[in-house]
């Protein structure tokens, strides 16, 4: 069982609509992260939340908007998708500080999204 | 962008076999490296991390690391057909005064009953 929970598991969303994905754990990390995967491709790093804080936004379009609204928290807000952004969305987190060096990525197990 | 190179495969083993699978970075400053196992349609799950050079065991896996070739490589003895997965190789790295972890393309390691 993974100790970062996404929801939803599932999200099929028209191009007019806002969604939100939803991601939570409680192992303490102050660092999360949100990766987008595409079928049969590595996960692609989105945004890097570093003690709340918007630390990383790897040029992603303003049709994504992240929030993390405390420690255990994160948000990734979807407005005007595009059928191109479907993929699975993966939350991730790890500690942060001295010891992030050699603090693996928890994952969560995504959320599907489907742009239609 | 700093670069993770893997072969994508398919690697095919027979059961009780060892797969070896092999992992090249660009960046010399990289910190630490990781291995993750993907199935199909599910979110990647550690296998293993190794921060020092040498070999770093547990279990099946051996995970080895060379820091002057840049090269991390993955051993799975006795590989059984629920290895059957995509491995990924992830790098954490210093970009712009932060970290990120950077993902490889991943090999499809097939192993065959």
């Known amino acids: 069982d993974t100790e970062v929970t996404q929801t939803p598991k599932h999200l099929v969303m028209g191009m007019t609509n806002k969604k939100s994905l939803k991601c939570e754990q409680h192992m303490g990390h102050r660092a999360m992260y949100w990766y987008k995967q595409k079928a049969k491709k590595p996960p692609e790093l989105m945004f890097v939340?570093?003690?709340?804080?918007?630390?990383i936004n790897e040029s992603v379009p303003s049709r994504f908007s992240p929030e993390c609204p405390n420690s255990s928290l994160l948000n990734l807000h979807l407005h005007a998708l595009q059928p191109e952004d479907s993929a699975l969305y993966l939350c991730?987190?790890?500690?942060?500080?001295?010891?992030?060096?050699?603090?693996?990525?928890?994952f969560g197990n995504g959320t599907r999204l489907t742009v239609t | 962008q700093k670069e993770v190179e893997q072969n994508s495969g398919p690697l095919s083993v027979p059961e009780g076999a060892i797969a070896s699978l092999n992992c090249t970075y660009s960046d010399r400053g990289s910190q630490s490296f990781f291995w993750y196992r993907q199935y199909s349609g599910k979110s990647p799950e550690l296998i293993m991390s190794i921060y020092s050079n040498g070999d770093k065991e547990d279990g099946r896996f051996t995970a080895q690391l060379n820091k002057a070739s840049q090269y991390v490589s993955l051993l799975i003895r006795d590989s059984q057909p629920s290895d059957s997965a995509t491995y990924l190789c992830?790098?954490?790295?210093?970009?712009?005064?932060?970290?990120?972890?950077?993902f490889g393309t991943g090999t499809k390691l097939q192993v065959i009953p």
């Open positions: 939340y570093s003690y709340e804080k918007l630390s």
């Open positions: 992830a790098v954490r790295y210093y970009s712009g005064g932060y970290q990120k972890v950077t």
């Open positions: 991730a987190s790890s500690q942060e500080g001295w010891d992030r060096g050699e603090s693996p990525l928890h």
